[in-house]
T-cell receptor
Framework: NAGVTQTPKFRVLKTGQSMTLLCAQD?????MYWYRQDPGMGLRLIHY???????AKGEVPDGYNVSRLKKQNFLLGLESAAPSQTSVYFC?????????????FGEGSRLTVL | SQELEQSPQSLIVQEGKNLTINCTSS?????LYWYKQKYGEGLIFLMM?????EEKSHEKITAKLDEKKQQSSLHITASQPSHAGIYLC????????????FGQGTTLQVKP
């Protein structure tokens, strides 16, 4: 069972470059999330989606864009990367948020912006 | 997130000791999650609480959501080195909108 898969797992970018992180889930989940994790900051919500074709801003959305064109995929884009976006990014999905079971996480994508 | 405050931020205990981690919000917590993370690794689901007063246990870890659903505690009994890691609480604090946020985490070290 694949669960939640993130690609790429590692990436190094130069300031100003763009890139897209892909999150794919094979559990037919409605809700998908992108978080970033920095030392001492826990997980901070960037954007989330409550269903195909919908997206919403989280706590730290600036500098990021997302798309949910297909139910199983949630893309996180950086249009012009900045060193402040150096972080570990986690994608997660759940059947329905808040009142169901486990929130499933990917293994993380480590991004370094030079 | 400041909407979810975890305390303490870090904790060092001697093996065999009990400990408690708290997760507090000024708002009602919906679908409270507890996760554990080993350094540099992914997140491990521990348990989820929904109802006020609900308590769940898994091995030596017990979590409870208070009656008002504004605070959760995670209690570890007879800690072991395998319990070391970062503990994260997460919840929907906006009435089931799907916006799941997490606290800043509690780093636990267990000394043999």
């Amino acid at each position: 069972n694949a669960g939640v898969t993130q690609t790429p797992k590692f990436r190094v970018l130069k300031t100003g470059q763009s890139m897209t992180l892909l999150c794919a889930q094979d559990m037919n989940h409605e809700y998908m999330y992108w978080y970033r994790q920095d030392p001492g900051m826990g997980l901070r919500l960037i954007h989330y989606s409550v269903g195909e074709g919908t997206t919403a801003k989280g706590e730290v959305p600036d500098g990021y864009n997302v798309s949910r064109l297909k139910k199983q995929n949630f893309l996180l884009g950086l249009e012009s990367a900045a060193p402040s976006q150096t972080s570990v990014y986690f994608c997660a999905s759940s059947l329905i948020a808040g009142n169901t079971g486990e929130l499933f996480f990917g293994e993380g994508s480590r991004l370094t912006v030079l | 997130s400041q909407e979810l405050e975890q305390s303490p931020q870090s904790l060092i205990v001697q093996e065999g000791k009990n400990l408690t981690i708290n997760c507090t919000s000024s708002k009602t917590l919906y679908g409270l999650y507890w996760y554990k993370q080993k350094y540099g690794e992914g997140l491990i689901f521990l348990m989820m609480l929904q109802k006020g007063g609900e308590e769940k246990s898994h091995e030596k870890i017990t979590a409870k959501l208070d009656e008002k659903k504004q605070q959760s505690s995670l209690h570890i009994t007879a800690s072991q080195p395998s319990h070391a890691g970062i503990y994260l609480c997460g919840a929907d604090v906006e009435s089931n909108t799907g916006k799941l946020i997490f606290g800043q985490g509690t780093t636990l070290q267990v000394k043999p």
